[in-house]
């Protein structure tokens, strides 16, 4: 039959919550009815019902006892009432779209929400199922919800701790990186007055007098603000401040209900303050300030864990403010000390002055081995920066019997340059000079009657660990003495000379050396060339008087005697070896003095290599030994010169082949890596050891211990492949370790 929800509502109101819930009348229910009826009332999860009208709008229907207990509301209290007839407007809202949702899909659907019944916020965990009747028309809806406002409350505190302890950990973040006070109050207002969502949070300091001012604030921007004003609460007496000095926390929720004195109730309410949460902040053990939240429109129920919050901010708020007191006495300590730095500022002007020369002339030795350049500029400089006369540097002779002025800078005194002196014209100078001691005195210029005029002197004596150098010649225009810090000055000058003069010997030492070594790498060069044309000749004719003498004789003849045969591949073996030691060392010697640059053709590894690889193959194959090939494809083309490229090739791998024993591998790769092509020539079998390996490129260098097929080489081929490498621009380096050893080769692209 069809139901009209209107009547159902109206007929509704007459029965019991059990029986508007399951449509029966109490004594004509079944066992089965009997069992749902005392789930209904039993049951620990709160059940409601709702009717939907035609016209879409609900009206509440029943409750069960544990849902009454939990709003505090009863069953026929709601019975016939809409959601806002319970329930304020936005939570109303909230429970109409949630019902509407469950018509329009006509499913159960489940949610979590927040309610407030008679102002208490408690949190629902609730599952809604709608009723159909005959035509498929949702007419009522039954909703079973869980009290969850415990658990919500639990994510809630762990929530709010995170944040608590992030705002703790960024102040004090701020703090340890030395941020300005200002900026750490002004900022601790702002996310403080987040954090706790109140209307204004303030940061207040006493004044000398009692008064306090606003030093930092954060309020909505409908608040007056009250940054920077000076205020003085008439009821904070000396006694009261005194009472909070020892840690009294003020918390008022509401001004009016608070018990607060008339007098201290106006001042706040003129300052728009309903709710006052005071935390005071300690400097040391004195009262600095304080940390005030505020609500400034209604009452608020500060909470335990907002008050001990404030509390830790006042505590990191005072150490702020003790860092920055120490700031300011630090401040203050080099204000002092900057204004005795300006009784000695020529002094420091000269000192600056003096760091600057010892740095430019430290420069000037590093970057140039010209010992002229250096110390004619230094006598200038010293000149210029002591206001000299005269600046002169002399040398000593190698046994130490002349001295010579070698550079000078003069203003109006006559020039001495060149001038040399014999030392033992002149002992009572040069003794404590030769004994490394400066010396002074002042000097009487002849020639400047009828005036005279009187000069200090100073001499300073050039010396290192090697010995004595010299002496810098100081000459100034007054008979005043130089002071303690110009002798300082002067003997650090001394020692840099004295290692502008050793370096520049040592570069006239390395020149003549250098020269000479030139000189005898052409001799040998030569040598070579000449000794390799010479032998040529030679071997060239055994070489033809061997063919000549296999040509006059016979086959029987040669078969006759049985080592003639013998001999005659050892002539040939050797003059062939012999022939290619001539010519590797020509080719040594012509890469070794500036060779022509190499011929570059594009060659493309994938193709060109086989070819060369497989020349091997007959030859490993004999001595049982594995040759592989590897190339990768996606290699670009390597400009190089081929010539060069096949001997380097062919030299790695006659080495490899000499050197694997027996069953054992030969492999070569080419990869690219990085910026370059990689060739990698490796053979199993053998392990050099790392003194083999420091000298496996000297000329001439055998590892016959490791050659089990004993061939014959010039041992020039690897010092060759080496040479022949870096002329085409590239590297090579070699590695032996768990039985093998890898040649490997880079070309740069």
């Not at 300073?460 to 005043?480: A, H, K, V, Y």
Request: negative net charge.
């Amino acid at each position: 039959m069809n139901i009209n929800p209107v009547e159902s509502t109206m007929e509704l109101t007459k029965l019991s919550p059990p029986q508007i819930l399951f449509g029966t009348e109490v004594d004509e229910k079944s066992s089965s009815e009997q069992f749902l009826l005392s789930m209904y009332d039993s049951v620990q999860a709160s059940i409601f019902v709702v009717d939907v009208l035609e016209d879409g709008d609900f009206r509440y229907v029943a409750l069960n006892p544990t849902h009454e207990r939990w709003i505090g509301i009863r069953s026929d209290d709601l019975r016939g009432k809409k959601p806002e007839d319970i329930l304020c407007a936005i939570d109303a809202a909230k429970v109409r779209q949630h019902y509407a949702d469950c018509v329009r899909f006509g499913t159960t659907i489940s949610y979590e929400q927040c309610l407030q019944f008679q102002g208490v916020p408690t949190w629902w965990s609730t599952t809604l199922t709608p009723l159909k009747d005959v035509n498929s028309r949702v007419y009522r809806l039954i909703g079973t919800s869980s009290n969850i406002t415990s658990v919500k409350q639990a994510e809630q505190a762990v929530g709010l701790q995170v944040e608590r302890e992030q705002l703790l950990e960024a102040i004090a973040g701020r703090i340890h990186q030395s941020v300005e006070l200002e900026t750490i109050l002004h900022q601790t207002t702002i996310e403080l007055r987040q954090f706790l969502n109140c209307d204004r949070v303030l940061i207040y300091r006493f004044e000398a007098d009692g008064s306090g001012i606003i030093i930092a604030e954060s309020t909505l921007a409908a608040i007056d603000p009250l940054l920077g004003k000076n205020i003085t609460d008439p009821c904070l007496s000396g006694k009261h401040r005194e009472h909070n000095g020892r840690g009294c926390i003020q918390v008022v929720e509401d001004i009016y209900a608070a018990g607060l004195h008339p007098c201290h109730r106006d001042f706040l309410t003129s300052l728009q303050i309903r709710a006052n949460l005071v935390m005071p902040i300690f400097q040391k053990q004195d009262m600095w300030g304080l940390l005030i939240a505020q609500h400034c429109h209604q009452s608020r129920q500060w909470q335990q864990t907002e008050t001990d919050l404030l509390k830790q901010l006042a505590t990191q708020i005072g150490i702020a403010v003790q860092q920055a007191e120490l700031h300011q006495q630090l401040q203050a300590l080099k204000g002092k000390m900057e204004l005795q730095k300006q009784t000695h500022i020529n002094q420091l002007q000269q000192v600056r002055n003096f760091e600057a020369l010892v740095r430019r002339i430290t420069e000037q030795i590093r970057d140039s081995l010209d010992q002229t350049q250096v110390l004619q500029t230094l006598t200038q400089d010293l000149a210029q920066l002591l206001n000299l006369e005269r600046c002169q540097i002399e040398l000593y002779s190698t046994c130490q019997t002349l001295v010579t002025i070698t550079y000078e800078y003069s203003i109006n005194l006559p020039q001495c340059q060149g001038l040399t002196k014999q030392i033992a014209d002149h002992l009572e100078v040069y003794q404590p000079l030769l004994e490394k001691q400066p010396l002074q005195f002042l000097e009487i210029v002849p020639g400047w009657q009828p005036k005279l005029l009187v000069m200090s002197q100073m001499a300073c004596p050039i010396f290192d660990t090697q010995g004595i150098l010299g002496n810098i010649w100081l000459t100034r225009r007054s008979q005043e003495a130089f002071d303690e810090f110009e002798v300082e000055l002067m003997q650090q000058i001394a020692n840099e000379c004295a290692i502008a003069i050793r370096q520049a010997q040592l570069y006239k030492q390395t020149q003549v050396q250098v020269i000479e070594l030139e000189k005898r790498d052409r001799l040998k060069n030569q040598f070579l060339r000449t000794l390799s044309q010479e032998l040529r000749t030679p071997i060239t004719s055994i070489s033809l008087a061997v063919q000549t003498l296999e040509s006059v004789l016979t086959p029987a003849e040669i078969l006759e005697i049985e080592i003639v045969p013998q001999l005659l591949q050892i002539l040939h073996n050797e003059c062939g070896r012999e022939s290619k030691l001539i010519n590797d060392l020509l080719t040594l010697t012509y890469l070794e003095a500036e060779p022509d640059p190499p011929t570059l053709i594009a060659i493309d590894f994938q193709s060109w290599l086989q070819p060369i690889i497989e020349s091997f193959r007959h030859l490993t194959n004999c001595q049982r030994q594995h040759l592989h090939l590897s190339v990768d494809g996606a290699l670009p083309l390597l400009e190089t010169d081929i010539t060069d490229l096949e001997r380097i090739i062919t030299e790695l791998l006659n080495h490899a082949c000499k050197y694997t024993p027996a069953g054992e591998a030969i492999a070569v790769s080419v990869q690219l890596r990085g910026n370059a092509v990689e060739l990698s020539i490796t053979n199993s079998g053998i392990e050099l050891t790392s003194n083999e390996l420091s000298r496996i490129f000297e000329p001439f260098y055998h590892l016959s211990k490791h050659d089990p097929w004993k061939h014959s080489g010039t041992g020039l081929e690897l010092a060759l492949v080496q040479k022949m490498v870096r002329h085409l621009g590239g590297s090579i380096d070699v590695e032996s370790a768990a039985g093998q050893t890898t040649f490997t080769v880079k070309f740069p692209f």
